[in-house]
């Protein structure tokens, strides 16, 4: 054997065992409703970061949510952890909690308190409470030394409080009474890097500032306005374009409401989340994990529907506001010495009426008529009374007793499942028992809806929908488990990542064990894998 000082043969074994692949910084970026084939329609329209992933990462472009009701706080809880929501809990945005017998919101917290960065807020605090199981976040923190530092931020608390998990050093999240917010369960004031760049950069700047389409007109495909559209936030207008303003001539509740569904709103979170990583500066330890949920596409197109030029140009200046923050990173961390990982919370339905248009069988689902059916039955064969306490998106919550009472007369129940199925648009009804119990061998529907199941949280009855048909007030919505709303993107870019296009069946919960095995980090409970097919090879030291 070579003799060596002991510093240099230290410094030997450290240049051998350190893997290239390991990135300095991991940033997770989750675009709100981003479906995977509005890619392939409209990347012709990018040349800057979204170009950049499609072009230099690796594109996962067959990638599918394997559980039912796909939106927005499981979604982002399933790429954080890795974990379903059968796992990981958090089964809906809002459900019914049985004891305080009221809606809750996934990340509400009533022993947290709000933290305004602006105006005071009487908002409830939030926090990762209800998520039960760490995130990647988590996980890089408390494994790795010195600890790496977490950041997320998003316009919706419940996107910027999955990424950033339990305990993040900075979480922010725009109150729609018109601040930057965080909570005592994350920090007992505000964040001083955080709050700097607020102070610098008044959300108010931009009161009266006009949107446009970034491109000519001839660059956009379809129709405009958009067949079937609803109504439109804080009084915007149907078509472009779209001047944030509002009826009072002062930056108010409509204005926020605009911003907030204006594509300034993902530029401000970028260039935000940028500022306070480079106070951080990155210089030691890490991978570092910056977390961004850009949720503009999810609100626009919500309103606009997500063929709408609308809904482009958020994508088109996302490519840029995208663009900005990898050159900054470049500038930060280092060209290829980070990792940028980007899908999707869930994707999107056609508007029903342009569906229809094509000979599609599609319509809106009345929750009146539904919870009016329920009731009509269950006072049939059980009796009077209030039978019902909450429909929460697909799910039936019961009075107390009312369930109890239906599994004691399975008449009754057989009969309550018959009435709901002759609801328009309503395809098939499972009651809690059967979700419980899992027995969906070879029922796929069946089997993403025991994966969205959360015994004490889910509802006593899952209403499930005709593809095509929606429930919401909305131009449109997401939710169910067809591929509209369940296929979405992953894509990989930068350090450990073998570029390419792979076309194998993969899921976003693969996300956070590919993200955590280039960290040298452990998950407690997933159901994804590593994306192995993406990891670049060591290249062998010479
Ligand atoms: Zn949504």
């Given at each position: 054997m070579k003799r060596c000082l002991a510093a240099a043969c230290l410094l030997a074994s450290a240049v051998l065992h350190a893997d290239a692949r390991t990135p300095k910084a991991i940033v997770l970026v989750v675009v709100d409703q981003l479906r995977a084939d509005l890619i392939d329609r409209y990347q012709q329209q990018w040349s800057k970061g979204l170009h950049r992933l499609v072009t230099d990462g690796a594109w996962f472009r067959e990638a599918y949510y394997p559980y039912f009701n796909t939106v927005t706080?499981?979604?982002?809880?399933?790429?954080?952890?890795?974990?379903?929501?059968?796992?990981?809990?958090?089964?809906?945005?809002?459900?019914?909690?049985?004891?305080?017998?009221?809606?809750?919101?996934?990340?509400?917290?009533?022993?947290?308190?709000?933290?305004?960065?602006?105006?005071?807020?009487?908002?409830?605090?939030?926090?990762?409470?209800?998520?039960?199981?760490?995130?990647?976040?988590?996980?890089?923190?408390?494994?790795?030394?010195?600890?790496?530092?977490v950041i997320a931020f998003s316009l919706k608390p419940r996107s910027a409080i999955a990424l950033g998990g339990h305990r993040p050093d900075a979480v922010a999240w725009f109150d729609d009474a018109g601040a930057w917010a965080t909570s005592t369960a994350f920090s007992p004031g505000p964040v001083a890097s955080v709050a700097e760049y607020i102070k610098a950069h008044p959300v108010e700047k931009d009161f009266g500032r006009t949107w446009d389409r970034a491109l000519p007109l001839n660059r956009y495909l379809y129709e405009s306005p958009a067949i079937g559209l609803q109504r439109t936030k804080g009084e915007m207008t149907q078509t472009f374009p779209h001047i944030l303003k509002s009826p009072s001539g002062l930056p108010d509740q409509v204005f926020y409401d605009q911003w907030q569904s204006s594509p300034f709103a993902d530029e401000y979170l970028a260039s935000m989340a940028l500022h306070v990583a480079e106070k951080i500066g990155y210089t030691t330890g890490g991978p570092h994990f910056v977390g961004i949920g850009f949720s503009t596409l999810d609100k626009v197109a919500h309103d606009y529907g997500p063929f709408s030029h609308e809904a482009q140009?958020?994508?088109?200046?996302?490519?840029?506001?995208?663009?900005?923050?990898?050159?900054?990173?470049?500038?930060?961390?280092?060209?290829?010495?980070?990792?940028?990982?980007?899908?999707?919370?869930?994707?999107?339905?056609?508007?029903?009426?342009?569906?229809?248009?094509?000979?599609?069988?599609?319509?809106?689902?009345?929750?009146?008529?539904?919870?009016?059916?329920?009731?009509?039955?269950?006072?049939?064969?059980?009796?009077?009374?209030?039978?019902?306490?909450?429909?929460?998106?697909?799910?039936?919550?019961?009075?107390?007793?009312?369930?109890?009472?239906?599994?004691?007369?399975?008449?009754?129940?057989?009969?309550?499942?018959?009435?709901?199925?002759?609801?328009?648009?309503?395809?098939?009804?499972?009651?809690?028992?059967?979700?419980?119990?899992?027995?969906?061998?070879?029922?796929?529907?069946?089997?993403?809806?025991?994966?969205?199941?959360?015994?004490?949280?889910?509802?006593?009855?899952?209403?499930?929908?005709?593809?095509?048909?929606?429930?919401?007030?909305?131009?449109?919505?997401?939710?169910?488990?067809?591929?509209?709303?369940?296929?979405?993107?992953?894509?990989?870019?930068?350090?450990?990542?073998a570029k390419g296009e792979y076309l194998m069946r993969v899921s976003p919960t693969d996300v956070a064990p590919t993200l955590a095995f280039l960290a040298g980090v452990t998950l407690p409970l997933t159901s994804g894998r590593v994306l192995s097919e993406a990891i670049a090879p060591i290249v062998p030291h010479q």
């Open positions: 706080c499981p979604g982002h809880a399933s790429i954080a952890t890795g974990a379903v929501p059968s796992q990981h809990g958090m089964v809906l945005n809002n459900w019914w909690d049985r004891d305080l017998r009221k809606l809750v919101t996934c990340t509400e917290d009533s022993h947290a308190t709000i933290v305004s960065y602006g105006k005071p807020l009487t908002s409830m605090g939030e926090s990762a409470a209800r998520m039960q199981l760490t995130t990647l976040a988590d996980e890089i923190r408390a494994q790795l030394s010195p600890s790496p530092h140009d958020i994508l088109i200046r996302l490519d840029r506001t995208l663009g900005d923050l990898f050159a900054g990173l470049d500038r930060l961390v280092g060209p290829g010495a980070y990792t940028v990982a980007l899908t999707a919370d869930h994707g999107v339905a056609p508007t029903p009426e342009r569906a229809i248009q094509q000979g599609i069988d599609a319509g809106r689902i009345s929750v009146q008529e539904l919870i009016a059916r329920a009731e009509e039955s269950m006072t049939k064969t059980l009796g009077a009374g209030t039978h019902v306490s909450q429909l929460a998106h697909d799910y039936l919550y019961l009075e107390p007793g009312v369930y109890e009472g239906l599994q004691a007369n399975p008449t009754a129940m057989r009969t309550l499942v018959a009435d709901l199925k002759t609801v328009p648009g309503v395809l098939r009804v499972i009651t809690r028992d059967e979700l419980a119990a899992n027995h969906f061998d070879g029922d796929s529907a069946g089997r993403q809806s025991a994966l969205s199941f959360f015994q004490g949280r889910s509802g006593d009855i899952m209403i499930l929908f005709k593809p095509y048909w929606i429930e919401s007030l909305n131009t449109t919505t997401h939710g169910s488990g067809y591929q509209y709303d369940t296929h979405v993107p992953v894509m990989f870019m930068g350090a450990g990542i």
